[in-house]
Each structure stands twice: as structure tokens, then as C-alpha cells.
């Protein structure tokens, strides 16, 4: 998404009706990315893939993505016949990956991978079922020498808190 601006110029020779119209490009920040953008910046492929789009981006602070959870998803007939349950770590990972989004794009390595260096506090408070979407939140807490980084991180559910929990990264060569 590209912000612009209008800006009518008046030169002191020029008459209102002799104005020039330019439109600028003040600043160019990407704030949503397709499913097929988030591809490009995560290694991650299908059945592995956990996020369907990123709907917010702040540079360097946060992002949000969203999972469409369905019934033909590879985990569910074993967890569990007759009652499917997104698995926990499952729902860990997803968010995970939107962090990722954030860490990718601070990056000055290209092809960086950044993975799990470990998680903290993580609760589960809700169930996650066939049919849902997650819409997870993850803000970075901290970035050490462009290495390692630590996130906080949401998985909601209508409004309802599923999961949170601290994740910590690292970047491998």
C-alpha cells in the first residue's frame, strides 16, 4: 500500500489556473501481504504454511496475520477422530511465522532464517476448531546484534484470547 498525496503547486509567475497538479509518493510501506508475498519472505510451504495473509504491518514493531483453520488440514483426522483440535504447537508455530514477517524484513541477510531459539509463558486458553480464524498479533519486545530477537505474541479467536506467549528467535547462517 502506497501512501500519496496531492500537492498543487503555485508558482509566484503562475495564475490558479496555470497550476501545476503532481501526486507524490511520500513514503512506500507494505502493510498487507497475499499469501503468495508471504512465499517469498518464509520458507514455510503447504502442509507447514500456517499463515493465509498478513493484514497489518509495522516495520521493525509488529504484524498480524490471519490462519483459516479447516477440517481437510492434514492434522485433524488423528487429533482428534470425532472432535478436531488445532494442536497447540501447531498454533505456536502460526504465530511464529507472522513473527518471522517482522524479523525477515529487518534482516540485511539475504535469505535469512530465523528460527525458534525458545518460548516462554505460553498459555492456551481457548480451544481452536475447524472453521475458526486466527487472527494473531506479535510485537517485538527486543532485536540483540541482528541475531536474536524476542516477540510477544496473540492467537485470538472472535475477539477471544486462544494462545499467547513470549517467542525467542534466532538467525541461522
Same mark, same amino acid.
Given at each position: 500500500?502506497?501512501?500519496?498525496?496531492?500537492?498543487?503547486?503555485?508558482? @509566484?509567475?503562475?495564475?490558479?489556473?496555470?497550476?501545476?497538479?503532481?501526486? !507524490?509518493?511520500?513514503?512506500?510501506? =507494505?502493510? !498487507? /501481504? !497475499?499469501?503468495?508475498?508471504? *512465499?517469498?519472505?518464509?520458507?514455510?510451504?503447504?502442509?507447514? $504454511?500456517?499463515? &493465509? =495473509?498478513?493484514? &497489518?504491518?509495522?516495520?521493525?514493531?509488529?504484524? %498480524?496475520?490471519? =490462519?483459516?483453520?479447516?477440517?481437510?488440514?492434514?492434522?485433524?483426522?488423528?487429533?482428534? @477422530?470425532?472432535?478436531?483440535?488445532? @494442536?497447540?504447537?501447531?498454533?505456536?508455530?502460526?504465530?511464529?511465522?507472522?513473527? #518471522?514477517?517482522?524479523?525477515?524484513?529487518?534482516?540485511? %541477510?539475504?535469505?535469512?532464517?530465523?528460527? /525458534?531459539?525458545?518460548? &516462554? =509463558?505460553?498459555?492456551?486458553?481457548?480451544?481452536?476448531? @475447524?472453521? &475458526? *480464524?486466527? %487472527?494473531? !498479533?506479535?510485537?517485538? $519486545?527486543?532485536?540483540?546484534?541482528?541475531?536474536?530477537?524476542?516477540? *510477544?505474541?496473540?492467537?485470538?479467536?472472535?475477539?477471544?484470547?486462544?494462545?499467547? #506467549?513470549?517467542?525467542?528467535?534466532? $538467525?541461522?547462517?
Amino acid at each position: 500500500m502506497s501512501i500519496l498525496t496531492e500537492v498543487n503547486i503555485i508558482t @509566484p509567475t503562475s495564475t490558479e489556473s496555470e497550476a501545476i497538479n503532481e501526486t !507524490t509518493i511520500i513514503s512506500e510501506i =507494505k502493510t !498487507t /501481504f !497475499t499469501s503468495e508475498e508471504i *512465499q517469498k519472505l518464509l520458507p514455510h510451504r503447504y502442509p507447514f $504454511l500456517l499463515v &493465509d =495473509k498478513i493484514i &497489518d504491518y509495522v516495520p521493525g514493531k509488529k504484524a %498480524v496475520g490471519v =490462519k483459516n483453520v479447516t477440517i481437510n488440514e492434514p492434522h485433524f483426522p488423528g487429533h482428534f @477422530p470425532g472432535r478436531p483440535l488445532m @494442536p497447540g504447537v501447531l498454533i505456536v508455530e502460526a504465530m511464529a511465522q507472522v513473527g #518471522g514477517i517482522v524479523l525477515t524484513q529487518m534482516s540485511s %541477510v539475504e535469505g535469512a532464517l530465523f528460527v /525458534f531459539a525458545g518460548i &516462554d =509463558k505460553v498459555r492456551f486458553r481457548r480451544q481452536v476448531v @475447524p472453521g &475458526d *480464524q486466527l %487472527v494473531m !498479533t506479535v510485537e517485538l $519486545l527486543w532485536v540483540k546484534q541482528r541475531r536474536f530477537g524476542k516477540m *510477544q505474541g496473540r492467537a485470538e479467536v472472535d475477539g477471544q484470547l486462544a494462545c499467547e #506467549g513470549e517467542l525467542m528467535f534466532s $538467525l541461522v547462517n
